[in-house]
Nanobody
Framework: QVQLVESGGGLVQAGASLRLSCAAS????????MGWFRQAPGKEREFVAA????????NYADSVKGRFTISRDNAKNTVYLQMNSLKPEDTAVYYC?????????????????WGQGTQVTVSS
C-alpha cells in the first residue's frame, strides 16, 4: 500500500508560481511512476504530468508544457510539480497518483493510488 499526501496549493494571482509536493509512504516509492492530475469544478479529472521511476522520462499535457515541471526525489519519497506562469484556467484540485508498474501514463486507469488533493486557485 502507498499513501500519498499533497501540499503546496493556495490562492495566487495570474502569472505567479507555486510548487506542489506529494509525499509518499512505502519502501517501494522509487519503483513507481508518479503522475499529477487536476479536476476543475464540473469537469473530469485530467492529466497534467507524469514521471517514470528514475526521473529519466517525463510527460506533460499540452496545456501545461513549458510552464510546469515535474520532478522527484526518491531519497525523500517525494514528487514535485513546479507551476510557473499560472493562469486562471489552471484553477483546480490537484492530485498526485502512483503507478506501481512504472509506466508514466497519462491515463487515470494506470494509477492505483491517489492522494486527497490540494486546491490551487489562480485569480485574474
Amino acid at each position: 500500500q502507498v499513501q500519498l499526501v499533497e501540499s503546496g496549493g493556495g490562492l495566487v494571482q495570474a502569472g505567479a508560481s507555486l510548487r506542489l509536493s506529494c509525499a509518499a509512504s512505502g519502501r517501494t516509492f522509487s519503483r513507481y511512476a508518479m503522475g499529477w492530475f487536476r479536476q476543475a469544478p464540473g469537469k473530469e479529472r485530467e492529466f497534467v504530468a507524469a514521471i517514470r521511476w528514475n526521473g529519466g522520462s517525463t510527460n506533460y499535457a499540452d496545456s501545461v508544457k513549458g510552464r510546469f515541471t515535474i520532478s522527484r526525489d526518491n531519497a525523500k519519497n517525494t514528487v514535485y510539480l513546479q507551476m510557473n506562469s499560472l493562469k486562471p484556467e489552471d484553477t483546480a484540485v490537484y492530485y498526485c497518483a502512483a503507478d506501481p508498474y512504472g509506466r508514466g501514463s497519462r491515463f487515470k486507469v494506470a494509477y492505483d493510488y491517489w492522494g486527497q488533493g490540494t486546491q490551487v486557485t489562480v485569480s485574474s
